[in-house]
């Protein structure tokens, strides 16, 4: 999957209507899942939502990840996934604990790969 393309003009801030936060606690390594899988119409107009929904589609991942995956500023990643979350369609793992060695150790092979 490619990410949306980009409209250089088209400030992140203007995607998500102008909202910088959501009420969803989403750091860099929050995992975000789907809840529901519709299809990728289900995920709204924007072309970056429906990236990052199908792309959570594929399997859990953190939003860091789905941020690079899909092109998309981390900002207006938490913000278009707290739209995707408050609608049903992702579920997000806030309450993770960050240490949890499960996390550390996907955190380490994400090293590795580079």
Known sequence: MSPPPRHPWVRPYVLSGGRTGTQWRMLMHTLVSAANRLPAAAAGPQP???????????????????????????????????????RGLVAVHADLDPFDPLILERLLDGLRAL
């Open 48 to 86: 970056e939502a429906r990236a990052l929904y199908q792309r959570v589609c594929a399997g859990p991942q953190t939003v860091a990840e789905l941020s690079a995956a899909c092109g998309v500023p981390l900002g207006l990643t938490r913000v278009l996934l707290g739209d995707l979350a408050g």
